[in-house]
């Protein structure tokens, strides 16, 4: 019985967003011009309860589809049943919140713009759409299932990204598009020669032979680099500062949340994480993944700080924070005894970080739209979150302690004190993003104040109560973190003090003392504005030699055209000497008939 | 009589109603009509009748002598039903496809003449049991589809034809000689007896293999391998149905066929990799992949690129023939078919945009997603597919292929794939963009090139019903692989009589 049960609802929880896909497009088709219609209504913000009634309420088990692709296995366990859940309610609560946030776009289609409209639909096609590719990577066992679920998520959210259809927001897309097809490709290949190696399908098998296969450690590097791009790696994370702040707000805050978690969750599923019998040259990857990692979350925290728009220094914080979370997976590997200990801290990081920047995300769009609080307490709200995400207080504290417990009994004290300084940057980048907030703020509620049960408030809150309040229900789903000793809170808290103690000085003196520095601040997006100018410098450079080498060709083709034309020449002198004979034959044979005869005749005498 | 049987009638299909098409009188049109989609029904009733027929273990075969030694010979294996198989299917729909797009137009006898004389020398390639008969067919090919590309009767519809003439006529010349020194050397090789070619000691060697290149080389031209290529992207002033067919169901899947029979069949895949031809072969597919990737790029006009990706992923088949082992095996074969469902939808929703909006340039097709939904769905699920994005079948000859190379111990190939996938990526995806996300005069901004109203829908339905087809087969071929005879469960059952004794 529990296994009909599972069979529904995980059908249930990827089919429904599906349905909901096919049902925008229908509408558009019946429903009678003219009439007014909102796409993204009550029914379309239901497309991830059943996962979440799956996550909640679906008992283990996996399920078998052998027609399917290459033979699908979809399976929910624990660390999935936490994925699953924390996804689905991100997803839910930013689908509720978009339905405020657009609510403008919907004013606009109604009044008779038809470019909103357009936008509004493409909109209520796309959300369902990546959120069902995102779902089914979360269940996938099988390596097919799960590349499909990856490039439906990436690919169906580009269309959420260029949203707006604004200049800055296709140049975001674009970078968001480049560099996603440029990791499909690398997870591609990786994918390709690991299961050509190991004859695998799923990835389970997958990860226990990648340990002793014949080139592992470069099958490892590729998936790495591969999924890195999603989870914003050093170097690869371009994408990020720039498709973040131009996507929609509750689009950022499920790219940002669920999305990007998607990388992890690949080197979670791929990588032979505490496989003690790996190659010895997975501890080099390991260590690569390590510091790879932390120099993300400094120098992510040392751009982020200097960004001017919130959601920019948003996405550099989810850089930092993922290089963190990298950092402790290349522990994974480089300590592979650890990882019993550390995988249940990743997971809690995954879901933290997941929640509390979508709550994040979604405070940037209530600042700009804030609703009828007295400013006093919107203040406190939009800080807790941040205060969360600095380690001090709800999910972000739970997570670190857990984390710190599992490094410390390992031996890894260095790298706890360098996660701990990585919280400094942290709390620098959340003091920035308030800054930031609280400037639009004070302008926004000029403009008017939105009630406070309205979808944008009301998503919010219940967001930023599911994110702190994380570690408390969490055991339903399966899973206890630890409390933190109230010995070890001094511990975990000095990171968060010392950063508020250097952003007020800092900001201070960026403010009134430093001025010209802030002008050149960097950009948003960093080393892609250098790498796009010299890509087309480059292209210039080489456009003479490939005309050049048109101009070969052309000369080539010409010299056989030439030849083939000299030939019919020939052929054709040829039969002018036929012509010639043709006429003059019984000349000629007169003429050698006389001779022949006057041979005859001299010969004879 | 059901062994000799099915094969001459699923041949004479398709050869009488030619006959009775050229004489029927140009205005007959529902008669004509009602012969070629009737033909084509009957033709995949007949096949489908021996795909059943060889499951259970039954043989379909015919043959007469023509001359001492030399037979002509029909016989239906498991390989030759499945190219059998899509033909006759996407005949079908090419058909009625033809129909709708000719709607109208002067010369329809002829037209519809030599497209059934086309399918019927596709079907004996398909049915042929030894290189003499597989020869005559592939002739007859030649021949038949001169006539298809030079329809319009421009002059540069007739220059292309020209082209194409010249290239295919010599190719077969070179066949020939080729076909000609196999003969003497071993005899009448009948497709399966592997045994023979085997059997020769190390001093032949050197001639079988230059026997090889010679074939390869005359099989090359029909299947686009650069620098053999030319004629493909010209042929593209033939009308969309003529694309189609050239593209996906007969012309190059009739090379590629040719070195799939050859390598399998003729040499033996062991014998092949024993002699070192098989890694020639992944080289020379690998460059026409990448070369021809990149001229697609380059491409401003929606069909020649659709053309040069042709040109690239025809020869996804030749490199899984090139890398030894079953699941190479698998890829070269799944591919023939998964490449045909792709390609005649892409062609399919080119025609369409070019007869309803008049688009032929690429960036003419901004928003025609919003004018033409269905057809744009339909071509981005074939665009998707060439790149190789689950669940369509493109991902599974991806996959096959670069575990095939891994097998093969050829892992380089893996980075041809991938970079061919982001090649495809580049030429795709702006594509795509254009059609769904750029506004165009449907949002009010410009006008399309020549906007004609065919029909209720967003075009004709002839023109709608079998390019939604196709990209469905192309959807279902890819999410329900692992049913019963899906192509590639086929395919694996053919490589499994390969390499299984």
Same mark, same amino acid.
């Given at each position: 019985?529990?296994?009909?049960?599972?069979?529904?609802?995980?059908?249930?929880?990827?089919?429904?967003?599906?349905?909901?896909?096919?049902?925008?497009?229908?509408?558009?088709?019946?429903?009678?011009?003219?009439?007014?219609?909102?796409?993204?209504?009550?029914?379309?913000?239901?497309?991830?309860?059943?996962?979440?009634?799956?996550?909640?309420?679906?008992?283990?088990?996996?399920?078998?589809?052998?027609?399917?692709?290459?033979?699908?296995?979809?399976?929910?366990?624990?660390?999935?049943?936490?994925?699953?859940?924390?996804?689905?309610?991100?997803?839910?609560?930013?689908?509720?919140? +978009?339905?405020?946030?657009?609510?403008?776009?919907?004013?606009?289609?109604?009044?008779?713009?038809?470019?909103?409209?357009?936008?509004?639909?493409?909109?209520?096609?796309?959300?369902?759409?990546?959120?069902?590719?995102?779902?089914?990577?979360?269940?996938?066992?099988?390596?097919?299932?799960?590349?499909?679920?990856?490039?439906?998520?990436?690919?169906?959210?580009?269309?959420?990204?260029?949203?707006?259809?604004?200049?800055?927001?296709?140049?975001?897309?674009?970078?968001?598009?480049?560099?996603?097809?440029?990791?499909?490709?690398?997870?591609?290949?990786?994918?390709?020669?690991?299961?050509?190696?190991?004859?695998?399908?799923?990835?389970?098998?997958?990860?226990?032979?990648?340990?002793?296969?014949?080139?592992?450690?470069?099958?490892?590097?590729?998936?790495?680099?591969?999924?890195?791009?999603?989870?914003?790696?050093?170097?690869?994370?371009?994408?990020?500062?720039?498709?973040?702040?131009?996507?929609?707000?509750?689009?950022?805050?499920?790219?940002?949340?669920?999305?990007?978690?998607?990388?992890?969750?690949?080197?979670?599923?791929?990588?032979?994480?505490?496989?003690?019998?790996?190659?010895? +040259?997975?501890?080099?990857?390991?260590?690569?993944?390590?510091?790879?990692?932390?120099?993300?979350?400094?120098?992510?925290?040392?751009?982020?700080?200097?960004?001017?728009?919130?959601?920019?220094?948003?996405?550099?914080?989810?850089?930092?924070?993922?290089?963190?979370?990298?950092?402790?997976?290349?522990?994974?590997?480089?300590?592979?005894?650890?990882?019993?200990?550390?995988?249940?801290?990743?997971?809690?990081?995954?879901?933290?970080?997941?929640?509390?920047?979508?709550?994040?995300?979604?405070?940037?769009?209530?600042?700009?739209?804030?609703?009828?609080?007295?400013?006093?307490?919107?203040?406190?709200?939009?800080?807790?979150?941040?205060?969360?995400?600095?380690?001090?207080?709800?999910?972000?504290?739970?997570?670190?302690?857990?984390?710190?417990?599992?490094?410390?009994?390992?031996?890894?004290?260095?790298?706890?004190?360098?996660?701990?300084?990585?919280?400094?940057?942290?709390?620098?980048?959340?003091?920035?993003?308030?800054?930031?907030?609280?400037?639009?703020?004070?302008?926004?509620?000029?403009?008017?104040?939105?009630?406070?049960?309205?979808?944008?408030?009301?998503?919010?809150?219940?967001?930023?109560?599911?994110?702190?309040?994380?570690?408390?229900?969490?055991?339903?789903?399966?899973?206890?973190?630890?409390?933190?000793?109230?010995?070890?809170?001094?511990?975990?808290?000095?990171?968060?003090?010392?950063?508020?103690?250097? +952003?007020?000085?800092?900001?201070?003196?960026?403010?009134?003392?430093?001025?010209?520095?802030?002008?050149?601040?960097?950009?948003?997006?960093?080393?892609?504005?250098?790498?796009?100018?010299?890509?087309?410098?480059?292209?210039?450079?080489?456009?003479?030699?490939?005309?050049?080498?048109?101009?070969?060709?052309?000369?080539?083709?010409?010299?056989?055209?030439?030849?083939?034309?000299?030939?019919?020449?020939?052929?054709?002198?040829?039969?002018?000497?036929?012509?010639?004979?043709?006429?003059?034959?019984?000349?000629?044979?007169?003429?050698? +008939?006389?001779?022949?005869?006057?041979?005859?005749?001299?010969?004879?005498? | 009589?059901?062994?000799?049987?099915?094969?001459?009638?699923?041949?004479?299909?398709?050869?009488?109603?030619?006959?009775?098409?050229? #004489?029927?009188?140009?205005?007959?049109?529902?008669?004509?009509?009602?012969?070629?989609?009737?033909?084509?029904?009957?033709?995949?009733?007949?096949?489908?009748?021996?795909?059943?027929?060889?499951?259970?273990?039954?043989?379909?075969?015919?043959?007469?002598?023509?001359?001492?030694?030399?037979?002509?010979?029909?016989?239906?294996?498991?390989?030759?039903?499945?190219?059998?198989?899509?033909?006759?299917?996407?005949?079908?729909?090419?058909?009625?496809?033809?129909?709708?797009?000719?709607?109208?137009?002067?010369?329809?006898?002829?037209?519809?003449?030599?497209?059934?004389?086309?399918?019927?020398?596709?079907?004996?390639?398909?049915?042929?049991?030894?290189?003499?008969?597989?020869?005559?067919?592939?002739?007859?090919?030649?021949?038949?589809?001169?006539?298809?590309?030079?329809?319009?009767?421009?002059?540069?519809?007739?220059?292309?034809?020209?082209?194409?003439?010249?290239?295919?006529?010599?190719?077969?010349?070179?066949?020939?000689?080729?076909?000609?020194?196999?003969?003497?050397?071993?005899?009448?090789?009948?497709?399966?007896?592997?045994?023979?070619?085997?059997?020769?000691?190390?001093?032949?060697?050197?001639?079988?293999?230059?026997?090889?290149?010679?074939?390869?080389?005359?099989?090359?031209?029909?299947?686009?391998?650069?620098?053999?290529?030319?004629?493909?992207?010209?042929?593209?002033?033939?009308?969309?149905?003529?694309?189609?067919?050239?593209?996906?169901?007969?012309?190059?899947?009739?090379?590629?066929?040719?070195?799939?029979?050859?390598?399998?069949?003729?040499?033996?895949?062991?014998?092949?990799?024993?002699?070192?031809?098989?890694?020639? #072969?992944?080289?020379?597919?690998?460059?026409?992949?990448?070369?021809?990737?990149?001229?697609?790029?380059?491409?401003?006009?929606?069909?020649?690129?659709?053309?040069?990706?042709?040109?690239?992923?025809?020869?996804?088949?030749?490199?899984?023939?090139?890398?030894?082992?079953?699941?190479?095996?698998?890829?070269?074969?799944?591919?023939?078919?998964?490449?045909?469902?792709?390609?005649?939808?892409?062609?399919?929703?080119?025609?369409?945009?070019?007869?309803?909006?008049?688009?032929?340039?690429?960036?003419?097709?901004?928003?025609?997603?919003?004018?033409?939904?269905?057809?744009?769905?339909?071509?981005?699920?074939?665009?998707?597919?060439?790149?190789?994005?689950?669940?369509?079948?493109?991902?599974?000859?991806?996959?096959?292929?670069?575990?095939?190379?891994?097998?093969?111990?050829?892992?380089?190939?893996?980075?041809?794939?991938?970079?061919?996938?982001?090649?495809?990526?580049?030429?795709?995806?702006?594509?795509?963009?254009?059609?769904?996300?750029?506004?165009?005069?449907?949002?009010?901004?410009?006008?399309?090139?020549?906007?004609?109203?065919?029909?209720?829908?967003?075009?004709?339905?002839?023109?709608?019903?079998?390019?939604?087809?196709?990209?469905?087969?192309?959807?279902?071929?890819?999410?329900?692989?692992?049913?019963?005879?899906?192509?590639?469960?086929?395919?694996?059952?053919?490589?499994?009589?390969?390499?299984?004794?």
């Amino acid at each position: 019985m529990s296994q009909v049960t599972f069979a529904v609802l995980m059908i249930a929880a990827l089919l429904w967003p599906l349905a909901l896909v096919l049902r925008e497009p229908l509408m558009v088709a019946l429903v009678e011009h003219g009439e007014t219609r909102f796409p993204l209504d009550t029914l379309w913000a239901t497309a991830p309860l059943p996962a979440l009634a799956l996550a909640l309420l679906g008992p283990d088990g996996s399920l078998s589809l052998s027609a399917w692709l290459l033979g699908g296995v979809w399976v929910l366990d624990d660390p999935r049943r936490v994925l699953l859940a924390f996804s689905a309610l991100l997803w839910l609560l930013s689908g509720w919140y +978009a339905r405020g946030y657009l609510a403008g776009e919907r004013d606009r289609a109604n009044a008779g713009n038809g470019a909103s409209a357009t936008r509004l639909s493409r909109f209520a096609v796309l959300w369902p759409l990546t959120l069902s590719g995102n779902l089914l990577l979360l269940v996938a066992e099988d390596i097919a299932s799960f590349y499909l679920g990856f490039a439906v998520m990436t690919f169906a959210a580009f269309g959420l990204v260029i949203h707006s259809g604004t200049r800055v927001a296709l140049t975001g897309g674009r970078a968001y598009l480049i560099m996603a097809v440029f990791g499909e490709g690398l997870i591609l290949g990786g994918l390709l020669w690991g299961a050509g190696s190991l004859g695998a399908l799923t990835l389970g098998e997958f990860r226990e032979g990648l340990a002793t296969a014949p080139h592992g450690a470069w099958i490892g590097l590729l998936l790495w680099l591969g999924f890195g791009v999603k989870a914003g790696v050093a170097g690869l994370h371009l994408w990020l500062p720039l498709a973040h702040p131009v996507a929609p707000t509750p689009a950022s805050a499920v790219l940002s949340g669920a999305m990007v978690k998607a990388g992890v969750v690949g080197w979670v599923a791929t990588l032979p994480l505490g496989e003690a019998s790996a190659e010895a +040259a997975f501890i080099g990857l390991g260590r690569a993944m390590l510091l790879a990692g932390l120099v993300g979350a400094f120098g992510a925290a040392l751009l982020g700080v200097c960004q001017r728009h919130p959601k920019a220094v948003l996405a550099y914080s989810s850089v930092s924070q993922l290089g963190m979370l990298a950092a402790l997976v290349g522990t994974g590997l480089v300590a592979p005894g650890l990882w019993p200990a550390l995988a249940p801290a990743v997971v809690l990081f995954a879901a933290h970080h997941g929640l509390t920047k979508g709550v994040l995300f979604l405070g940037v769009g209530i600042g700009e739209h804030p609703p009828r609080l007295p400013a006093w307490v919107l203040a406190l709200l939009l800080t807790l979150p941040a205060l969360s995400l600095a380690g001090v207080l709800g999910s972000g504290l739970a997570t670190k302690w857990a984390f710190k417990a599992a490094l410390y009994e390992g031996g890894h004290s260095a790298l706890v004190t360098w996660l701990s300084l990585a919280a400094v940057g942290t709390t620098l980048l959340m003091a920035r993003t308030l800054w930031c907030q609280w400037q639009g703020e004070r302008q926004a509620r000029r403009d008017g104040l939105v009630p406070l049960g309205a979808p944008m408030p009301l998503a919010w809150l219940l967001l930023m109560v599911s994110a702190l309040t994380l570690p408390l229900w969490l055991p339903v789903l399966g899973m206890r973190p630890e409390p933190p000793p109230a010995a070890e809170l001094a511990g975990l808290w000095w990171p968060a003090l010392l950063g508020v103690l250097l +952003a007020l000085p800092g900001g201070w003196l960026i403010r009134y003392r430093l001025r010209r520095l802030a002008k050149r601040r960097p950009p948003p997006g960093d080393l892609w504005w250098p790498l796009a100018s010299g890509l087309s410098r480059l292209w210039v450079a080489t456009w003479p030699w490939l005309e050049r080498l048109a101009v070969m060709k052309a000369a080539w083709v010409a010299w056989w055209v030439g030849l083939e034309r000299s030939g019919t020449a020939a052929l054709q002198a040829l039969g002018g000497g036929e012509r010639w004979l043709r006429r003059h034959t019984a000349v000629l044979m007169m003429v050698v +008939a006389v001779g022949l005869a006057l041979v005859l005749l001299f010969s004879a005498a | 009589m059901s062994a000799s049987f099915f094969p001459v009638a699923t041949l004479a299909t398709s050869l009488a109603a030619a006959a009775i098409i050229f #004489l029927l009188p140009e205005g007959a049109v529902r008669a004509r009509t009602g012969l070629n989609l009737g033909a084509a029904v009957l033709k995949i009733g007949l096949v489908a009748w021996m795909v059943r027929g060889l499951s259970q273990g039954q043989a379909y075969a015919v043959e007469f002598p023509v001359l001492e030694g030399l037979a002509f010979v029909l016989r239906a294996d498991a390989l030759g039903i499945m190219f059998a198989g899509l033909s006759s299917l996407l005949w079908l729909f090419t058909t009625i496809y033809a129909i709708g797009y000719l709607e109208d137009s002067p010369n329809r006898r002829r037209f519809f003449g030599f497209f059934s004389l086309c399918v019927a020398s596709t079907l004996g390639i398909s049915l042929a049991g030894n290189l003499f008969t597989f020869l005559i067919f592939y002739e007859l090919l030649t021949l038949s589809t001169y006539p298809l590309v030079a329809h319009r009767g421009t002059p540069k519809a007739l220059a292309a034809a020209t082209l194409y003439l010249r290239f295919t006529l010599t190719a077969g010349l070179v066949l020939m000689i080729g076909m000609v020194a196999l003969h003497t050397l071993a005899g009448d090789i009948r497709f399966g007896q592997r045994e023979i070619l085997a059997e020769f000691g190390p001093e032949q060697r050197g001639v079988l293999i230059a026997i090889f290149w010679v074939l390869i080389a005359g099989f090359g031209v029909k299947a686009a391998l650069v620098p053999l290529h030319g004629w493909l992207p010209r042929a593209m002033v033939a009308p969309a149905p003529v694309s189609a067919l050239l593209h996906a169901v007969a012309v190059v899947k009739a090379g590629a066929f040719g070195i799939v029979r050859l390598v399998y069949d003729v040499y033996g895949a062991e014998f092949s990799q024993a002699l070192g031809l098989l890694t020639g #072969l992944a080289v020379i597919a690998s460059v026409t992949i990448l070369y021809a990737s990149l001229r697609a790029l380059a491409q401003v006009e929606l069909k020649p690129r659709l053309a040069f990706s042709t040109v690239s992923q025809v020869s996804y088949v030749v490199l899984g023939v090139g890398l030894f082992g079953p699941l190479g095996t698998i890829a070269a074969l799944s591919h023939l078919l998964h490449q045909g469902l792709m390609k005649i939808t892409l062609f399919f929703c080119a025609g369409n945009y070019a007869e309803e909006l008049g688009i032929h340039r690429i960036d003419e097709l901004d928003g025609a997603g919003r004018r033409m939904p269905l057809t744009s769905l339909a071509f981005s699920v074939g665009a998707l597919g060439m790149i190789g994005v689950p669940p369509l079948v493109g991902f599974l000859s991806k996959w096959y292929l670069g575990t095939g190379a891994v097998q093969a111990g050829m892992p380089w190939v893996i980075a041809v794939l991938v970079v061919s996938s982001l090649l495809n990526a580049a030429y795709f995806l702006p594509i795509l963009y254009r059609l769904w996300f750029c506004p165009g005069p449907d949002h009010g901004v410009g006008t399309w090139p020549e906007e004609r109203h065919l029909g209720r829908f967003e075009t004709s339905s002839w023109l709608l019903l079998p390019m939604l087809a196709t990209a469905l087969f192309s959807v279902m071929a890819g999410l329900l692989a692992g049913m019963p005879f899906s192509p590639l469960e086929w395919a694996t059952r053919v490589a499994n009589l390969e390499y299984l004794p």
